[in-house]
């Protein structure tokens, strides 16, 4: 009988031998390998294909992950036309997916004034002051990122820590001006734009927003979350005014510095928040002619009706060679933020026991536009940051399954889910709804989290990401740009670390992610999410050859030193679209300056 085992393998090979040595090159029983467009080689390569998890190098053809191996296994496929990258030991992984930002409004953030780069009030109104200087009278004057919890000292006389509007009407009297919260839910308007808006001290507050007003009751030019509608109105009907050619000019300005500062910081899909049709069409467009980034771009609801009879008619799945899809609808938000008090809890904030927050788009809206976007098979993405917006739109999403099985494979998904009461966190997984959440908010929040909440709350609800992935949760990951800067190494940094002040501090870290998980979010759970998990999201033969090339191995690099690696190379679709001036001369162990600490507040 041993003999019989011996011998059967042998007469099962052979004809198999035979077979591949008559069809084999004289020189050998390998077959002729096809040649590859590029070769990456002497890497550390993260594939997260659990089939070959680490390699060496690998082979890109025709825009796809043709091999991966060896670097002796993959010179294979090197010919006469085949580009060579020697990486000296860098660590490559799939390409980073942004899980959640603006497009649009990141390029017009990047055109306007950084206010986040200003220390205090003063300095913002010394930023309007020399912007005015250039202006023409009025000419709107434009910023993003003020957050009064950052600044280094408050400002006097203040309410609630928040400034009057003397000097700010003072340095630009006849220029309106706009200045938008790092958070995206509060503006601070000048008497100029007020009086555009028609905003004045009898004005109610709108449904879903609230107007600062000082001891004697005016408005202090501080509008939440709805209340600034009035005031982007006003400038929509300013820009209205101009040449078509201006604006045209303005919007591919905005268009092009937000692919190009993606994909320098090693993005290479966008998952876009909400678009109205009108640039959903353009953006078509412009992917018909040819984007390096590739996107994502959810229905951005303008009206019930608009969305009823224009959604089906919007789907598009791979256009322009896999460069634009629209399959989902959002960011429809069921309150603000966590910074302007105006995030929706089940209990008062600790620290204003008279306010719990505001439901800003009316449940019974978020619900009948979810119902409209499971009727056409789109994906829903709403914002929820408080404990009752997350348990309300999970109630509302229960419904809809309940009543509409279909919809369950639809992937649907909260945005931010920032705090989340122990009782509701296991429906994300129990109900299959993604955590769309971003890593940084919780490192540039964490100074005020329990001022705002109390040391227990924080605890109990605050940015959980492990117990969501322990729970069996799909959480992703994402900058929410323009809030923060679209880089995703401060965020793996704050994901694996929960480290803030310089490092100083941790919040709450057992929430902390593996490295590994971390690396999962931002690339096969963001692919999974867009519905492209087949195609993205790991390093394996067959799917779309989407790639960064990163200074430092963020899965063994000390903790310190991941704020230290910076994007060598951005491959996308087999074509490098970004690579760093110095990247050919950058060997393994070589140190970069560490980042800066992240200074927005959500």
Known sequence: MRAL????PALILAPVMTALAASAPIAGFLPKLPVANMVLRNAVIATLDPLQPQVQALALRDGKIEALGSNEAIAHYVGPGTRVLDLHGAFITPGFIEGHGHLMATGQALMQLNLGAAPDWDGVVAMVKAAVAKAKPGQWILGQGWQQAKWDKAPAPNVDGLPLPAG??????HNPVLLSHASGHAIYANAAALKLAGITARTPDPVGGSIVHDAHGNPLGVLRDTAGDAVYQAYRRHLASLPAADN???????????????ISKGITSFVDQGEDFATVDWLKQQAAKGLPLRLYVNIGV???????????????IGYADNHFTVRGVGEDVSDGALGTRSAWFLKPYSDAPQITGKNVAPMATLTQIAEIAARDGFQVSIHAIGDRANREVLDMYQKIFTQDP??????????????????????????GVIASMQSIHACSDAPMVVARLGEQRARDESYLWHSLIESGAMVLDGTDTPVEDIDPIPVFYCG???????????????QAKTRLQELRSYTWNNAYAIFEDNELGSLTPGKLADIDVFSGNLLTMPAADILRTRVLYTIIGGKVVYQRPDA???RAGQQFPAMPEFNHVN
């Not at 694996?496 to 100083?504: E, F, L």
């Open 248 to 262: 045209a000019a303005r919007r591919e300005k905005a268009l092009q510095l937000s692919e190009q500062n993606a």
């Open 496 to 510: 694996v670390t929960r480290a803030y002040d310089h490092g100083k501090k941790t919040f709450f870290p057992e």
């Open 406 to 431: 279909a919809a369950h494979a639809l992937r649907w998904r909260i945005e931010h889910a920032q705090h989340v009461t122990p009782v509701d966190l296991p429906r994300f997984a129990g109900l």
């Open 584 to 586: 050919e001369k950058w």
């Open 5 to 8: 085992r011996v011998l059967l």
């Open 168 to 173: 700010l009407d003072a340095v630009s009297p």
């Open 302 to 316: 303008e009206s019930i009706p608009q969305l009823e009879q224009h959604l089906a008619a919007a789907r598009t």
